[in-house]
């Protein structure tokens, strides 16, 4: 079966730090990639996605970076953090055959900038 | 652009009631419409799905009920029991143009009283 992991699951850092996140998928190949925040009460934001290797998408111009540099890993980075950075991070894959697919999820990383 | 408002915000409601929560498009391109099932500090699970072939789709306690020529879409949960408190996001998509990208509702907040 498919499993998609992230980390770490909470991470407190000072603003102007680096940030780097991880996020692999398991048992499938291919898949689409996509990196949310979800802030506090509230929905979900796409920050960027991607359908192969190397190739990413960004939803929103801001602070963050992504990249893709294998198939079921996907990275999301910042040079410097800043408060407004804090958040609930998401990823998720969803598979290409058939159409549709639905997203899956991580269990999220918990960010909170000092 | 490309909306999907959900409502309510939250919603209350004593065990053994029913829960409704409404969404409604805009683009009638969207041909998948997902609900996801959100617990704290956990990601967003696939709890059910719909395509606009069919008026209604039940799994469970939960069915989804789509009307097309509205353009909406409802989740309703039988018996609602405190163990479905959650917040739920409705979602659509669509297979054509190689967009892989969902449109998320705000979510809905959901407290069931023991």
């Known amino acids: 079966s498919q499993t998609i992991h992230q980390w770490p699951a909470t991470l407190v850092q000072p603003v102007g730090s680096p940030l780097s996140l991880e996020c692999t998928v398991e048992?499938?190949?291919?898949?689409?990639l996509y990196w949310y925040r979800q802030a506090a009460g509230r929905g979900l934001q796409l920050l960027f996605y991607?359908?192969?290797?190397?190739?990413i998408s960004s939803e929103v111009p801001q602070n963050l970076s992504a990249s893709r540099p294998q198939d079921r890993q996907f990275i999301l980075s910042s040079k410097k953090l800043l408060l407004s950075d804090s958040g609930f991070y998401l990823c998720?894959?969803?598979?290409?055959?058939?159409?549709?697919?639905?997203?899956?999820f991580g269990d999220g990383t918990r960010l909170s900038i000092l | 652009q490309q909306q999907v408002k959900q409502s309510p915000q939250s919603l209350i409601v004593q065990k053994g009631g029913i829960s409704i929560i409404n969404c409604a498009y805009e683009?009638?391109?969207?041909?998948?419409f997902p609900w996801y099932q959100q617990f704290p500090g956990k990601g967003p699970a696939l709890l059910i799905a719909i395509r606009p072939d069919v008026s209604e789709k039940k799994e469970g306690r939960f069915t989804i009920s789509f009307n097309k020529s509205a353009k909406q879409f409802s989740l309703h949960i039988m018996d609602s029991q405190p163990g479905d408190s959650a917040t739920y996001f409705c979602?659509?998509?669509?297979?054509?143009?190689?967009?892989?990208?969902?449109?998320f509702g705000r979510g809905t907040s959901l407290i069931v009283h023991p």
């Open positions: 998720a894959w969803s598979g290409k055959s058939r159409g549709n697919q639905p997203q899956h």
């Open positions: 979602a659509a998509s669509m297979s054509s143009g190689g967009s892989y990208i969902p449109t």
């Open positions: 991607s359908v192969g290797i190397g190739q």
């Open positions: 683009n009638t391109a969207f041909d998948y």
């Open positions: 048992g499938t190949s291919n898949p689409n």
